[in-house]
């Protein structure tokens, strides 16, 4: 057991997100006794997980249906957020039944975004199971699917009322996605909390990972605290809430080039080199913060390059980025560490030349429009 630290997230009514182990006891605290009916959201690949959550929560007195979903970023579909409503409908859930989502951030988004929607919004509860859901996804409220054209473009600002991020869960947690979730980790800490970035310099790989060590809960608890703090200031993303993009406009257009099978983390880390690049061209960004960031992401093995020839569509892509404002795209850059500001009307030639320093293979290209 190890002890368990707790965050508060303000803004609203406020929630708390508890890190730590044997968590499971606290869920009826958060879903409260006026609750009757709660929907667990699960993905195939965690059936035991989700299965545990729904046995434990008739146990103690709730009225427990399941809905497993596909895994992955196939769950952020608009089918898969009607067959949860239909399971809804059918289980006659009330504005005072609930969701419990099982999972990581694709599934607290889908499951996020079908509480927001059902009866225009009925109590959601987060229990994330990767690195990346607890550091991030389950925190704050932003709850969303993927259509045909781009990532997260239908969603809603919908809080959790609470979330319960156990260590337990990352022993299954293969590497590779605990690595991916630490981009959301080296993100908080370039944009506002530089002693994440020192941990992870001082520690090796193998100190980093372990949940039971001191190194892993003290940088999830950092990361959710640099979003607790974004978060409870700008809930609706009107002004700094949008420094938690950082890294996500190429990002996301990567994902979306790759149709989804890279997981988000890993484009994160490409879109943050980017960002890195286009910051040291528009804000003077000093090399050695740029190359902290190819260091660091270097270290815990994440991509800090892409497909050069792959340019004009991720600049169509990028366009759509919820940050643009008409044809004006907007980007998040850093004048130093822990100082992100917004960079609008880029040159599209400049993003270019900040795109051919991460650019591999690069056959010449146009640079598009
Ligand atoms: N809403 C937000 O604020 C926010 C923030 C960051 C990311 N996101 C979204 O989160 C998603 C990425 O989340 P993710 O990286 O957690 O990926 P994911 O939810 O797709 O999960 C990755 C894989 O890990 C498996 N898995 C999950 N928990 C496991 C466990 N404990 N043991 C073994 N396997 C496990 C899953 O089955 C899946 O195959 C993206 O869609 C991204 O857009 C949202
Ligand atoms: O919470 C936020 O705000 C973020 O931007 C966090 C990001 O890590 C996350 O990937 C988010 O889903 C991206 O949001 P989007 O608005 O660009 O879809
Ligand atoms: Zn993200």
Known sequence: MTDTREVAVGGGTGYPVRIGTGLLSGLPELLGREVAKVLVIYPRALRTAGDLVREDLVAAGYEGIAAEIPDAEEAKHVTV?????????????????????VGGGAVSDLGGFVAATW???????HMPTTLLGMVDAAVGG???????????????FHAPAGVLADLGSLATLPDNELFTGMAEVVKAGFIADPVILDLLEAHSLEEIKDAAGPVLPELIERAVKVKADIVSDDFKESGRREHLNYGHTLGHAIERTERYQWRHGAAVAVGMMFAAELSRMTRNLDDAVVERHRSILQKLGLPTGYRGDKWPQLLETMRRDKKSRGSLMRFVVLEDTARPVIAEGIDTSLLYTAYQEIGVDSPTISLGR
Do not use: H, M, P, Y
Not at 83 to 100: E, K, M, N
Not at 142 to 156: F, P, S
């Open 119 to 125: 009866l225009r919004g009925i109590k959601v509860v």
């Open 81 to 101: 957020a009607s067959f949860c409503w239909q399971v809804l409908g059918q289980s006659d859930f009330t504005r005072s039944d609930a969701i419990v989502t």
């Open 142 to 156: 932003k709850t969303g699917i993927n259509t045909a054209e781009g990532k997260n473009l239908v969603g809603a």
